[in-house]
């Protein structure tokens, strides 16, 4: 089994956090990154072509404030939404998932292809996530490659921003995205697996992934520990 590893990150975000990420990297994964101030938009450019539409929109929240702009705004998560759906999209036939990963994201335990297929992949499954109440936890997915519809849903993904479909819903974050789309294909019969028990908070911590890794999400990738984390406390 062939895994890869995407994530995204700026200038400002690796010195106030990521570069924990890269520290801390120990999946026995190809890692891809892309920096958003740097070869991105280079790379990807309708992502660029994205931001520059619509950088006059509301949300404009930080990752240091407790608040709920993030909802609006679209552009502050674009860029994983690209990323991701560009990996999908041009991957060979040799890889058989991709996971997605934030870059605030802390490593602990190292894991290999064998750990994803065992407690992660499903043969019958075109996504792996965690799902909540009001929308999923996006900070980890797993794209399952082999799935016949995954080059579909990156696509039909992608076209939500391209043509700027997003600001159609009521909520324009991509977590509400990455959903609205996951179950646009469920409609039709695709199965997908939910690793998440469904409440809300720290979804993350409390899953499977809890005791691998820490996703220091919110104020906490400040002080690079989450408290409701179990990784660090092995």
């Not at 696509?155 to 995205?177: A, Q, V, W």
């Amino acid at each position: 089994m062939s895994v890869k590893l995407v994530t995204t990150y700026n200038d400002t975000l690796y010195k106030d956090y990521a570069f924990r990420f890269f520290q801390t990297y120990n999946w026995k994964f190809e890692l891809k990154h892309y920096n958003e101030d740097r070869n991105m938009y280079n790379i990807i450019p309708d992502c660029k072509k994205f931001v520059e539409r619509n950088k006059h929109r509301n949300g404009q929240s930080s990752y240091k404030e407790k608040n709920t702009t993030f909802i609006k705004d679209g552009v502050r998560f674009c860029y994983k939404v690209y990323a991701y759906t560009h990996e999908i999209l041009q991957a060979s036939n040799g890889v058989d998932g991709i996971i997605g990963i934030d870059v605030d994201s802390v490593f602990y335990k190292s894991i290999d292809e064998d750990w994803i297929y065992e407690n992660i992949h499903r043969d019958d499954c075109m996504i792996t996530y965690l799902g909540r109440p009001n929308y999923s936890e996006t900070g980890f997915l797993y794209f399952n490659m082999k799935h016949p519809e995954i080059k579909n849903y990156a696509r039909e993904m992608k076209r939500m921003y391209d043509e700027d479909l997003i600001y159609n819903l009521p909520e324009y974050h991509d977590s509400y995205i990455w959903d609205h789309v996951r179950k646009q294909f469920e409609s039709k019969g695709v199965k997908n697996y939910n690793i998440g028990d469904g409440k809300g908070g720290h979804i993350q911590a409390r899953s499977i992934l809890g005791s691998i890794y820490d996703h220091t999400k919110g104020p906490r990738k400040l002080k690079g520990r989450s408290p409701e984390a179990r990784a660090w406390k092995y």
